[in-house]
Nanobody
Framework: QVQLVESGGGLVQTGGSLRLSCEVS????????MGWYRQAPGKQRELVAR???????YYAESVAGRFTISRNNTGKMMWLQMNSLKPDDTAVYYC????????????WGQGTQVTVSS
C-alpha cells in the first residue's frame, strides 16, 4: 500500500503562485509514475503533470510553462509549483502514484482545494 498526503492548497488571486506538496509513504517500490490531477466542479478529473520513474515530465497543455512538477531523490516527496494562476485553475488537486508489479495500481491522496479569484 501507498499513502499520500497533500498540502499547500488555498486561495490566491489571479497571477499568484502556490506550491503543492505530496508526502509519499508505504511501499514505494515499483512506482512507475508520480503526478498531479485536478477536478473542477462538474468536470472530470484530469491529468495536470506527471513524472515517470526515468524522470521525464509531462504537462497538460493548459499548464505547460506555468506549472513545474518535481520530487526529491527518495521519491517520498513531490511538489507542484504553480505560477501565473488563473481562475480556470480552480479545482481540487490530487496527488497520484502508480505502482506496476503484476498490473498497474493507482493510489490517491485526499485532495487539496486550490481557488483562484479573479
Amino acid at each position: 500500500q501507498v499513502q499520500l498526503v497533500e498540502s499547500g492548497g488555498g486561495l490566491v488571486q489571479t497571477g499568484g503562485s502556490l506550491r503543492l506538496s505530496c508526502e509519499v509513504s508505504g511501499s514505494i517500490s515499483s512506482i512507475t509514475y508520480m503526478g498531479w490531477y485536478r477536478q473542477a466542479p462538474g468536470k472530470q478529473r484530469e491529468l495536470v503533470a506527471r513524472l515517470s520513474n526515468t524522470g521525464s515530465a509531462y504537462y497538460a497543455e493548459s499548464v505547460a510553462g506555468r506549472f513545474t512538477i518535481s520530487r526529491n531523490n527518495t521519491g517520498k516527496m513531490m511538489w507542484l509549483q504553480m505560477n501565473s494562476l488563473k481562475p480556470d485553475d480552480t479545482a481540487v488537486y490530487y496527488c497520484n502514484v502508480r505502482r506496476s508489479i503484476f498490473k498497474p495500481v493507482d493510489y490517491w491522496g485526499q485532495g487539496t482545494q486550490v481557488t483562484v479569484s479573479s
